[in-house]
């Protein structure tokens, strides 16, 4: 089977399977996770990849970012490492920005898997470190070295034994190693689990190797994703945002060339790289931009190296999207997430009902640490969401993390790892953009230090600003905004809360799509066919056939 082809019923149960498997090895990652970054928010991602480092299929929980990257990062990893020196039960691992998603807190692992003695493929797994020491988390620092501790390729595991060297110098750098070790265990029993379930399924279906299953997988996804781009009219697609950037907005430029059934995306024009920790490597940008034009052109299609293919991305060296080493990236993603907002503002002529007004991203998020007087060191990341933009058809979802999907973090579970006390937690009402259809919303966090102790923040925020746009008419989104005992902060710095301190988190919403004046009339007819359809599911439900037994009280 595996040298003649695989008929089309086959092939979808084999990319069915793999799906599956993927899926199955993220469940282990989060039952064994140590941190709450990713058993709650689930920021990591498990891919499978064949013998070349080309991705075949991935959780659908994964992140985006970690998803386009990831395969960069393999193929380079095996540059160090190469495919014929590794050995059953063999883990690699690297937290390289350059290599890899863009900063230190991102831990990227490799390992293989073998059948009947032979490589058949690999799995990689990225996930987000609670802590990789250095400086807090922020975009206040002024190069890598403030960020953290720097792992190049390393061999973390030989056949099934950790180098206990290299897990010495990573505990000895983090403020909570437990937690950072015990995610590298969730590293090696996901992978333990997705070796084991693709060795199965090859196994079950007789094949020698994933290469036929994987090789027609990569064709069809990228003849899938070429037939939609077709459908796009050629030329040159221009757009820029601005960002709040540190003490001066950063812009980002565009020019989207769509020619037949490709596109090439450049970012010639964006901002010059700065000294603050707000440059986005290419590995990055590349994800992002390959993942707004998958949600335009192709969304169906599960994610794999086929659907890249036709896209080229390009970006200045030296900017702030493609910085040189050793620039500070530890917020990265406050200038990497604006990227489907300036693709989609650039094809909003061309593909006017697929594009939806910017989002009130990117993803906000609280990081915390300190130690208490028993001397127990703590530290959290948190993460909180603002609105998506509207669409043609849709309003925008309030409180969604979008391009990252990013889940909340329980209140909960802040509660429990840090001294705050969340004291509300609400959606800011009507805060959306107003359009024929409004942006969705953002919302309010008020969380007050209960500690005996100073507690050291940082923030991940945008948007304070420059609102999210809307489009055709509809109206730009709310800006977002800080306040620490009801003073506005810089919330690009690190702050310290002292016992009884208040703090305001506003995170912005996203941008109306269309005329505001349609609303009125759509919305009524929109509401009409909406009420008819409840009453209709309403007594489908309680509807019932024969006779009726039961007994009715007055």
């Known amino acids: 089977m ?48 064949d013998t070349k480092g080309y991705a075949i299929s991935h959780a659908g929980s994964a ?17 160090t490492f190469p495919a014929e020196s590794f050995q059953p039960d063999d883990l690699v691992l690297t937290n390289d920005p350059w290599l890899g998603t863009g900063h230190l807190q991102d831990m990227t692992s490799l390992s293989p898997i073998f059948y009947k003695k032979n490589l058949v493929g690999f799995i990689g797994i990225t996930s987000h470190a609670t802590d990789m020491g250095g400086k807090l988390r922020s975009p206040e620092v002024r190069d890598i070295y403030e960020e953290g501790i720097q792992l190049p390729p390393c061999k973390y595991m030989s056949e099934g034994l950790v180098n206990p060297d290299i897990l ?11 937690q950072v070790e015990g995610d590298l265990i969730s590293h090696m029993a996901g992978c333990k689990i997705a070796a084991q379930r693709v060795q199965a399924m090859l196994e079950e279906y007789k094949l020698r190797d994933l ?65 603050r920790g707000l440059n986005a490597v290419l590995n990055y940008v590349f994800a992002y931009s390959a993942y707004s034009l998958k949600c335009l052109f192709c969304p169906g299609v599960p994610n794999n190296e086929g659907n890249f293919r036709p896209i080229t991305v390009t970006a200045p060296e030296g900017s702030i999207l493609n910085p040189r080493y050793p620039a500070p990236v530890n917020g990265r993603s406050m200038v990497g997430q604006f990227i489907p907002s300036v693709i989609f503002g650039a094809l909003c002529k061309a593909v006017p009902e697929m594009v939806q007004a910017a989002s009130g991203s990117p993803v906000w998020a609280i990081n915390a640490a300190g130690v208490d007087k028993l001397a127990h060191r703590f530290a959290g990341n948190f993460f909180l969401n603002g609105g998506q933009g509207a669409s043609k058809n849709h309003d925008g979802i309030s409180c ?29 009402r009507d805060s959306g953009g107003s359009g024929e259809f409004v942006g969705g919303n953002g919302q309010q966090v008020i969380v007050k230090s209960l500690s005996n102790v100073q507690i050291l923040l940082s923030f991940l925020s945008e948007r304070t600003r420059h609102p999210a746009y809307g489009l055709f008419g509809g109206k730009n989104g709310r800006v977002g905004k800080v306040t ?45 066919r909406e009420g008819l359809l409840s009453i209709q599911k309403a007594r489908a439900e309680y509807s019932f056939d024969g006779d009726y037994s039961g007994s009715e009280t007055n």
């Open 400 to 428: 969604l993390s979008f391009p990252s999907n990013t889940s909340n973090t329980p209140i909960e579970i802040l509660e429990h790892i840090v001294p705050l006390l969340v004291e509300r937690k609400a959606i800011i």
């Open 168 to 178: 010495r110098i990573i505990r000895a750098n983090v403020r909570v190693p437990e």
């Open 2 to 49: 595996a040298r003649k082809g695989i008929d089309p019923i086959t092939l979808e149960v084999l990319w069915s399977r793999l799906i599956a498997i993927a899926e199955e090895s993220a469940m282990e990652i989060i039952r064994t996770a140590f941190s709450t970054t990713v058993r709650e928010t689930h920021m990591f991602a498990v891919v499978i990849l």
């Open 211 to 275: 290469d036929s299953v994987a090789t027609t997988i990569f064709q069809r996804s990228e003849n899938a994703m070429r037939e939609a781009i077709k459908k796009v009219p050629d030329g040159e697609y221009r757009f820029h945002v601005n960002t709040d950037g540190y003490d001066e907005p950063l812009i980002i430029r565009v020019e989207v060339r769509v020619r037949g059934s490709s596109i090439v995306v450049d970012y010639t024009g964006t901002s010059p790289q700065v000294d």
């Open 484 to 528: 620490l005992n009801g003073r506005p902060i810089n919330p690009k710095r690190q702050w310290v809360m002292s016992p009884g301190d208040r703090l305001v988190l506003e995170v912005p919403s996203g941008g109306g799509y269309g005329d505001p004046k349609d609303r009125n009339r759509d919305a009524i007819e929109r509401d009409l």
């Open 63 to 79: 992140m985006p970012s970690f998803v386009g990257s990831m395969p960069l990062t393999i193929r380079q990893l095996l540059k």
